[in-house]
């Protein structure tokens, strides 16, 4: 619910709860998509609808597991903090590059608003 430039989350339940054991992170995407990383190495990044039907599982290639962090916003790249850097991917299906201000693994990315 959003609310004078403030929102809240009502009634959370987990989706996907066979396929995702060991979330770490998740974002908005867009409005009807989260963007999840795991510390499953099968699937360390994927998307996923509000609903929970649809799920799109992010190439893994560049990426050092495990996945630390994960950050999103609409038109934005997906980014994650993975062992070695931060990384970046404009969506599904498209190769994971270093991220030119990431500060290495420890770092937790964010976009402001």
Known sequence: MRDKGSASLRAPRRLQPINIQEAVGVDWYNQDTLVVATAQGQIPVLSLSVDGLKAEI????????????????????????????????????????????????????????
């Open 58 to 113: 992010f190439d893994r290639n560049n990426l050092q597991l495990p996945i630390k962090a994960i950050a999103a916003a609409p038109d934005r790249d997906v980014l994650v903090t993975d062992s070695g850097a931060v990384s970046k991917a404009p969506g599904v299906g498209q190769l994971w590059r270093q991220h030119p201000h990431g500060q290495g693994p420890d770092s937790i990315p964010f976009y402001p608003g």
